[in-house]
C-alpha cells in the first residue's frame, strides 16, 4: 500500500492544519518533518475534507507552511512486552532515563526510544505446544519478569484462530526473536515475538466474562479501608483543593496497596514529585515480596511543563499497561494524578478546533471520554479461569476547590467511591484529610456495615453538636451531648487520623483494622458513668493518649498488648452498659444479614 | 537577504496579519513603524497568511509598514555582561548600557527530564523567622507570595533577594508600578547587591505583549547560569499581572474564555515557567519566588488558584505580616530535619499554641468567661506576633529559634507546651527571673 503523505497547510498552538494525499484515518499517528531532520509524533483528531487536524505531541516552533507530514497508517500505540515493569516512560512510552543518556538535561523534540530493551534476554519456557489451536491472548509461554511470571501471548489483534506450527524451546531469548510460528484458518503464516503494539485508545476486552468488583483492595489506610473502601477492578476518585494531600495519599496508596502491578500516571503534575518517587521507589522494599518497589511499578511521567498533548496520551498508555498484565491473571492499581490536567490537555484541543464549548469551556464530550476512561477498570475472569483486576484511582484538582465543577461532576457519576479531601482538615493538620462525612463508597469493606454505620452516625451528630457548641459555648451543651462530641473527636484523633510517617501507624494491615476496630466500637458503643463535662474531656483525653500509643505499638508485641489492656482497664472503670443507639445499628445490620442469607 | 513585506492587511489590537511565504511558526519578525522598530512573533500560519503579534503594540501600525521575518525565534544574549543590567521584556536595555548582541539563546526551551533532576535537599536562609523556622524555604522550590494590593510583597521579595544565599539573582518585573521598580534598583544597589542582579522589567506603561516575555527570558538566562554552577533566585512579580496579558491577548484574539475571562490554558502556561525551577544533578538550581496578587483577597480566583496547583506552596502576606495558617512549604521537610534538634518540635508546638491564641480570641471576642489558661495563651500570641511575625525581625535561625524558647517560657510552665521532655530538658532556659 502506497504510503500516505501531506503537507502543513496551517499552524496554530500544538495543532497543525495538513493537506493529506491519500487516505488518512482518525486518530493515526503522522509524522511532520521539522527542517527536514527532526519528526515530530502526532495525532489526527479531526479530518475535513482533504484537510486533516493533527494535534503535535511536541512545541511547534519552527513548522512551516508547506513542511511533510509522513502518515503511519497505526493508531497511537503501545509496546506491550516483557521489560515494562520498573521502567519510568513519558506519556508516549519514551523511557526517560534513556533519553537523558541520549540529550542530556532537556527533553530535545522529535527523540524517539524503544520503550522496551531489544538487547535483554528473557528466559523462555513454553507453554502450548505444536498442535495447539490458539486464540488471541492464549499464552505460548512465560518468562520470569521480577516476581511474576510474564505470559508471552497471542496478540491481542490477531482475530480468529490459529493452529501452533512450531514454538521455541526453554531458553534465552530477546524480546524481537521469533519465540514461535502460527498459522491462521486460510493457511497463511505467522511469526510471532515477544513484543506486540496495542492502540491506546481501545480497551483490551480478551477475557471470558466481566465480574462484579467485590473483593476488597486494602491500602492499609484505616479511613479508606473501613470507611470508604476500594474494590479491586473498581474505581474512586480523590478531588480536593491544592495542597490537601491528593499526591501524598496516592504516594501512600501506591507503597502500600495490595496489588501485584503499580502503575503510576503523574498527569500534568509536579515534577518535583515525581522525581521523588523515581529515586525513592529503588530504595523501598516491598514488604509483601521483601524486594525493590520499583520491580512492580511502572511510571508514566508527563509533567505540567511537558507538551500539552502528551497528556491525554499518558492516561490511556497507563490504562493500556494496566490491562495487558491483568491479562497474565495480575491485579493492577493504576493512579492517575491528576484528571483535571487531561481534561484541561482536552479543553485546550477543542478550544483550537474551535468546537462549541461547554460548560466552564469544556467540551460537551467531556463526561462521555471520562467515563470510557473509568469504565476500563473491572475484574475479569480469564479465558484461563484465572482472575485478574484493574483497578483505577484518579485525582481531581477541581478550581477553587469546589466540587461543583464539571470534571468532579462528571468523574463522580462513574466512580464507585469517593474520596473528597477537605481543606479545613488538612489546615488542622488531620492527615489524611478526606472528608469523612461527605466521603461514600459503593464497595463493600473489612468491618460489618452496622459497626461502620453506628461510628459514622456518630462522626454525623458529634459534628453536629460541636456547631452548636460554637455558638452556645460549652455552658450550654448537655452532658449527653457533650459526650457524643468527645467520643466522636475520639473517633478522628485515633482511628481516621494516621500518622504516615510513622513506620508502625502508616500501613495498618486488615487483621490489626478489624481488631483495632472491635475495641474501638466497644469504647464509642459504651454507656459511660461521667459526671461533669470536665471529668469527660479528661477520661476522653486519657483514653486518646493510651490509644494513640496503642496505635504506635508493633502488632502482637508485649507493649502492643500492655497497651491494650490498659484502655480496657479504663474503660472498665466507666463503663455501665450500651448505648442504645449502638445497638440498634448493629440489630438492624444483622436483620439485614438474616435476611439476605 | 530576507525579504521585506511592505503591505499588512489587517491589524487587530496588537495583532497584525500579512500575506507571506516561507515563514516558521514562532519567528520573529521586525515591523518598522513611524514610531520606531518593533519585534513581532508569528502566533497562527494558516496558507499564507501569516498571523504576527506586535511586541510594542498594534497602535499607530499602519497598513503600509513594513514587516521583515528574520528566520530565528525570539533569543537573548547570554554572558556575564548582563549582571548588574537592566533590559525589557523584549531583552533591551532599560539603563543606558550597550545593546547586548553575542551568545544569543533561545527561550521558552523543552521542559528538563524529570529523571535529571535530584530531590532538593539544601535550605535558603533568609533572616526572616516566619519563613526560616515555620516554612523553610529550599533550593529549586518554587514558592509564590500569595498577597493582596497593598501588602509589602515587593519589599518582602526585595529583602529575600538581598539575604538569601545564593550566586545570583534574576528579577522578572511585570507590570510593575515605575516607582515599584526604581524602588527594586535602590533596594540592590544599597545592598550592595546590584553586581550579582539581572533585573528583566516591564512596568505598567509598556507594550503588554512584553509582559509575557518577561518570565520566559528571565528563566532562560537564569537556566544557562544554572547550567553553568550558579544558585539562581529568580523573583517573578507579578504574576497575576502576566495572566492578565495572557487574558487580554487570549481575548483579542477570539479565544473561548474558560474561567472569568482566562483562557483555557492558563494552567499550563503559568505551569511552563514555574517548572523551570529545578535543581540539575551536577550543575547549579533555580529557585523561584513569585509574587502572586489576589484580586478581592480572593483565593479561589483563577490565578492564585491554579498557582497553588502548580507550585510548592505558598505564603500568605495579610496585615504586614506572614500568615502561619495557609502559607506552606512542601519542601520544608527535607530540610528542617538537618537544621536543630528543636526544630520540627518548635515549628509545630509553636504553631499549636498560636492557633489556640486564635481560638481564646474568638471566645473573648464572643463574650465567653476567660480562663487561666486563655490569658496566658492572650499574652503569648501579642509576644509571638510582635517578636516573631513582624516583617522587620530580622534574625538568622537559631537565634530565631532561641527566641521562641524565651518566649515559651516567659508565658508558660514547660509542661503546659506539649513539648517533648527531652527537648525541654536541653532547651528550655534555665535562669529566668522570675518577675
Known sequence: MKQTTGQVVGVSGNMVTVRVQGQVRLNEVGYVALEGERFLKSEVIRIRGDLAEMQVFEMTRGISVGDEVSFTGELLAVNLGPGLLGQVYDGLQNPLPQLAEKTGFFLDRGVYLDSLDAERQWEFTPKASPGDVVTAADTLGTVPEGIFQHRIMVPFNMNGRYSVDWIAERGEYRVDDTVAEVRDERGGKHQLTMRFQWPVKRAIEQYAERLKPSEPMVTKVRMIDTFFPVARGGTYCIPGPFGAGKTVLQQITSRHAEVDVVIITACGERAGEVVETIQEFPELTDPRTGRSLMERTIIICNTSSMPVAAREASVYTGVTLAEYYRQMGLDVLLLADSTSRWAQAMREMSGRLEEIPGEEAFPAYLESVIAGFYERAGAVRLADGSHGSVTIGGTVSPAGGNFEEPVTQSTLKVVGAFHGLSRERSDARRYPSIHPLDSWSKYAGLIPHGKTEYARDLLFRGDEVGQMMKVVGEEGTSLQDYIVNQKSEFVDAVYLQQNSFDPVDGAVMVERQRHVFDLLFEIISAELDLESKDEARQYFNQLRQYFLDYNGAQWKTDKFYEHENAIKELLKERKTGIDSHARQFVEQAAETVGSQG | ?435
Not at chain 2, 530565528?72 to 543590567?85: I, W
Not at chain 2, 536595555?93 to 551568545?103: K, S
Not at chain 2, 509598556?206 to 537564569?222: F, K, N, Q, S, T
Request: proline share 5%.
Open chain 2, 1 to 435: 537577504m530576507k525579504k521585506v513585506y511592505s503591505r499588512i492587511d489587517e491589524i487587530a489590537g496588537n495583532v497584525v496579519r500579512v500575506t507571506a511565504e516561507g515563514v516558521q511558526y514562532g519567528e520573529l519578525a521586525t515591523v518598522k513603524s513611524a514610531h520606531g522598530t518593533s519585534l513581532a512573533e508569528v502566533i497562527r500560519l494558516s496558507g499564507n497568511q501569516v498571523a504576527l503579534q506586535v511586541y510594542a503594540g498594534g497602535r499607530g501600525v499602519s497598513t503600509g509598514d513594513e514587516v521583515q521575518f528574520l528566520g530565528n525565534p525570539m533569543r537573548v544574549s547570554f554572558s556575564e555582561d548582563l549582571l548588574g543590567r537592566v533590559f525589557d521584556g523584549s531583552g533591551n536595555p532599560r539603563d543606558n548600557g550597550p545593546e547586548l548582541h553575542e551568545n544569543l539563546i533561545e527561550i521558552g526551551t523543552p521542559s528538563v527530564n524529570p529523571s535529571k533532576r535530584i530531590i532538593p535537599r539544601n535550605m535558603i536562609r533568609t533572616g526572616i523567622p516566619m519563613i526560616d523556622v515555620f516554612n523553610s524555604l529550599v533550593e529549586s522550590q518554587k514558592l509564590p507570595i500569595f498577597s493582596v494590593s497593598g501588602e509589602p510583597y515587593n519589599q518582602v521579595l526585595a529583602r529575600l533577594a538581598l539575604q538569601a544565599e545564593v550566586d545570583m539573582i534574576i528579577l522578572g518585573g511585570m507590570g510593575l508600578k515605575y516607582d515599584d521598580y526604581l524602588y527594586f534598583r535602590e533596594a540592590l544597589e544599597e545592598g550592595g547587591a546590584m553586581s550579582r542582579t539581572i533585573f528583566f522589567v516591564h512596568t505598567a506603561s509598556d507594550p503588554v505583549v512584553e509582559c509575557l516575555m518577561v518570565p520566559d527570558v528571565a528563566l532562560a538566562v537564569a537556566e544557562r547560569f544554572a547550567l553553568q554552577g550558579k544558585r539562581v533566585l529568580c523573583l517573578l512579580t507579578d504574576m497575576t499581572n502576566f495572566a492578565d496579558s495572557l487574558k487580554e491577548i487570549a481575548i483579542t484574539m477570539e479565544r473561548v474564555p474558560s474561567n472569568r475571562g482566562y483562557p483555557g490554558d492558563l494552567y499550563t502556561q503559568l505551569a511552563q515557567r514555574y517548572e523551570k525551577a529545578v535543581d540539575f544533578d551536577v550543575a547549579g538550581s533555580i529557585t523561584i519566588l513569585g509574587a502572586t496578587t489576589m484580586p478581592g483577597d480572593d483565593v479561589t480566583h483563577p490565578v492564585p488558584d491554579n498557582t497553588g496547583y502548580i507550585t510548592e506552596g505558598q505564603y500568605y502576606l495579610r496585615n504586614q505580616r506572614i500568615e502561619p495558617f495557609g502559607s506552606l512549604s512542601r519542601l520544608k521537610q527535607m530540610v528542617n530535619k538537618d537544621t536543630r534538634a528543636d526544630h520540627r518540635a518548635i515549628m509545630d508546638g509553636m504553631i499549636r499554641l498560636y492557633a489556640n491564641y486564635k481560638e481564646s480570641l474568638e471566645k473573648k471576642s464572643m463574650g465567653f468567661r476567660m480562663s487561666e489558661w486563655d490569658n496566658k495563651l492572650l499574652k503569648y500570641g501579642e509576644i509571638f506576633e510582635e517578636r516573631m511575625m513582624d516583617l522587620s525581625v530580622n534574625i538568622p535561625l537559631e537565634q530565631a529559634l532561641d527566641r521562641c524558647w524565651e518566649i515559651l517560657a516567659e508565658c508558660f510552665e514547660p509542661e503546659e507546651t506539649g513539648l517533648r521532655s527531652d527537648l525541654l530538658s536541653e532547651f528550655w532556659p534555665k535562669q529566668r527571673e522570675s518577675a
